[in-house]
């Protein structure tokens, strides 16, 4: 009778302990929750963004920079920073106020004195700048050709300075992409050409710093291209390129920087860039 009594407690506990117990590793649907109950938010990623006009803020209706129209094409799990400022140089933007007018014996504007001007000091900022798992996005070489002093770098000066916040975003667990400066609409005959230069550099400089390379440069007049926005008689005010163009052959309209920053979210795609998991 003893026996019987055990058996049948075996049998009732049994299921019990089975129901309980931990679930395989294998098994679909078991993964256990967060800790703590965290939520997708908390693991929210900055883009942070330096360029010149092309990219910059809209201080009105025209022109407008294709970074002003970065941020609606991420999930609410990113925020886009942008400091691009118009009519700088990677070495204005750096060093705003600090860059004489004068050249050295190697031709490169004197810097002086050496200290970060506060955008740039914000982002290296260990509370509120970039952190582990952001992205700094980096765009320049418009300004930069310029032969004159402030705006103008040399090509050994303008990889030196993109090494320099490559490092340090690295330094801070962000990750850096340069891009290739964004071109002007320029024809020939029926077709759309680079207008921009600072390219070798570029692409040497992500060599050599192990930084990804986004050719927006090649990427923006082949889209140009794919628009039709050639043969064009210099008129920049009717028609598709005076919608996709400020009264000039360089600045963006509204409609014209979405299509730009479009083209950078499908080449984050393109290129497997894991910030692209991010986008809608």
């Not at 908390?42 to 294709?66: H, I, N």
């Not at 996005?137 to 103008?152: A, E, K, T, V, Y």
């Not at 000039?248 to 499908?266: L, N, W």
């Given at each position: 009778m003893r026996t019987r009594f055990l058996t049948v407690a075996a049998l009732v506990v049994l299921p019990l302990l089975t129901a309980t117990g931990p679930a395989?590793?294998?098994?679909?649907?078991?993964?256990?929750?967060?800790?703590?109950?965290?939520?997708?938010?908390?693991?929210?990623?900055?883009?942070?963004?330096?360029?010149?006009?092309?990219?910059?803020?809209?201080?009105?209706?025209?022109?407008?920079?294709?970074?002003?129209?970065?941020?609606?094409?991420?999930?609410?799990?990113?925020?886009?920073?942008?400091?691009?400022?118009?009519?700088?140089?990677i070495q204005t933007w750096l060093y705003e106020s600090n860059v004489q007018g004068t050249k050295d014996s190697a031709g490169e504007c004197v810097v002086s004195p050496r200290t970060f001007h506060q955008r740039w000091q914000s982002m290296l900022d260990p509370a509120?700048?970039?952190?582990?798992?952001?992205?700094?996005?980096?765009?320049?070489?418009?300004?930069?050709?310029?032969?004159?002093?402030?705006?103008?770098?040399?090509?050994?000066?303008y990889r030196e300075l993109l090494a320099l916040m490559a490092k340090a975003a690295k330094d801070r667990g962000a990750t850096p992409v340069f891009l290739t400066p964004v071109s002007a609409i320029r024809c020939s005959g029926s077709s759309a050409v680079g207008t921009r230069g600072f390219l070798t550099e570029t692409f040497d400089a992500g060599r050599a710093a192990g930084t990804t390379v986004i050719d927006l440069h090649k990427l923006s007049y082949t889209l140009y291209n794919t628009l039709r926005l050639c043969p064009n008689d210099g008129d920049y005010t009717r028609g598709a390129v005076g919608a996709f163009f400020c009264n000039?052959?360089?600045?963006?309209?509204?409609?014209?920087?979405?299509?730009?920053?479009?083209?950078?979210?499908?080449a984050l795609r393109d290129q497997r860039i894991p910030l692209s998991a991010y986008l809608r």
């Open positions: 395989s590793a294998g098994e679909p649907g078991c993964a256990p929750a967060a800790a703590g109950g965290t939520s997708a938010s908390a693991a929210a990623v900055k883009v942070w963004l330096a360029g010149d006009s092309t990219m910059a803020d809209p201080r009105s209706s025209c022109p407008v920079g294709w970074g002003s129209q970065f941020d609606p094409l991420f999930t609410d799990d990113v925020t886009v920073v942008n400091s691009a400022v118009s009519g700088r140089s509120t700048g970039m952190k582990a798992g952001d992205y700094l996005l980096i765009q320049f070489g418009i300004n930069d050709g310029s032969p004159d002093c402030p705006r103008h770098v040399g090509s050994a000066r000039d052959h360089t600045h963006f309209e509204a409609a014209g920087a979405r299509q730009i920053a479009g083209v950078v979210a499908k």
